[in-house]
């Protein structure tokens, strides 16, 4: 379950990199509904560096990583509200990472 659990924080980290990289070359991803501006970027590259640690931490068994995990999660549910039309299957990763990291704050 441990590397269930990394697989599922490292690939929604990687998957918040394709924000970064729109942001900064226009012409990634072109079927993309909308471009992705340099802050948002910014916020993207956060969320994935928030939940990457949280990994880590979570490998580590540190007790910190359920608050990272659930702060990365939370801005990456922002910034899906603002792309929703085409990252809207990131809320599913962010409901398993919450109902996982919720219950490990304990």
Same mark, same amino acid.
């Given at each position: ?42 916020? &993207? ?19 910190? &990583? ?17 792309? &929703? ?22």
């Amino acid at each position: 379950m441990k590397i269930l659990i990394s697989i599922l924080l490292l690939t929604h980290a990687i998957l918040h990199l394709m924000g970064v990289v729109k942001a900064v070359h226009e012409d990634f991803l072109p079927t993309l509904s909308r471009s992705i501006n340099k802050l948002e970027g910014i916020l &993207w590259l956060t969320s994935a560096v928030l939940i990457f640690i949280a990994d880590v931490y979570f490998l580590m068994a540190s007790n910190y &990583w359920p608050i990272l995990a659930i702060i990365g999660a939370i801005l990456s549910q922002f910034l899906i509200t603002l792309n &929703w039309q085409d990252a809207k299957y990131g809320t599913i990763l962010n409901l398993l990472i919450l109902g996982i990291s919720f219950p490990a704050l304990t």
